[in-house]
């Protein structure tokens, strides 16, 4: 069965220090994959998807993610962390193309410490 | 800035009462989405609407749960009877583009707690 696991439900690291959450996928062929950020009592907002192409993927507020097809990851990573990034981070998959099946993780919460 | 509406934005009731929930997607778009957010299953699609269209509704319990679009400005999810189980956040989220590929945008949510 499809899945996307996040390892890590929480995190913390230092303002400053670099970042780097982790997301797996269980899906036999190309996924398309996205990451998207939850503010406290707010909806999700899209940081950065993958459909195809260059396996490195720039996203806004300076987040990137890389497509490792040999693992079946999509981690996110930042390498200066903000305080402001505190937040639940969302890794999902689409079932392919024309498809709405989208399966979200369970959400790694992030701590800035100052 | 285009953004997606819900309301309310928080709802308690009382086991057994009905709750409409509307989501005011952004213009334009032509796909919406309903999710539930609980602590226990995380994110979870309860339907999918494409041009007005239900296209899958499956994640929803069929005898209490129902979502209609009467207009492409709004989107709607009911619960009847509402029961304990069904507290949660309520999202709806909308989008445009091929499916699949389509960015979502979400709405800030409708907390829901029934007594």
């Known amino acids: 069965a499809q899945s996307v696991t996040q390892p890590d439900i929480h995190i913390t690291v230092s303002e400053g220090a670099s970042l780097e959450l982790r997301c797996n996928y269980s899906y036999g062929a190309t996924p398309y994959l996205f990451w998207y950020v939850q503010s406290p009592g707010q909806g999700l907002q899209l940081l950065l998807k993958y459909f195809s192409g260059d396996t490195l993927v720039q996203g806004i507020k300076g987040f990137e993610a890389e497509f490792k097809r040999s693992q079946s990851s999509f981690n996110l990573r930042k390498p200066s962390v903000h305080w402001s990034d505190a937040a639940e981070y969302f890794c999902?998959?689409?079932?392919?193309?024309?498809?709405?099946?989208?399966?979200f993780g369970t959400g790694t919460r992030l701590k800035v410490l100052a | 800035d285009a953004r997606v509406t819900q309301t309310p934005r928080h709802k308690v009731t009382e086991m057994g009462q009905e709750v409409t929930m509307r989501c005011q997607p952004i213009l334009g778009h032509n796909t919406v989405f309903w999710y539930r957010q609980t602590m226990m299953q995380g994110l979870e699609l309860l339907a999918y609407f494409r041009n007005r269209a239900p296209l899958d509704d499956s994640g929803m319990p069929k005898d209490r749960f129902s979502a209609e679009m009467p207009d492409a400005t709004l989107a709607t999810l009911k619960i009847q009877p509402s029961e304990p189980r069904d507290s949660a956040v309520y999202f709806c989220?909308?989008?445009?583009?091929?499916?699949?590929?389509?960015?979502?945008?979400f709405g800030p949510g409708t907390r829901l707690l029934v007594l």
């Open positions: 999902a998959v689409a079932l392919g193309s024309g498809t709405y099946k989208y399966i």
């Open positions: 989220a909308s989008g445009l583009g091929w499916a699949g590929q389509e960015t979502q945008y």
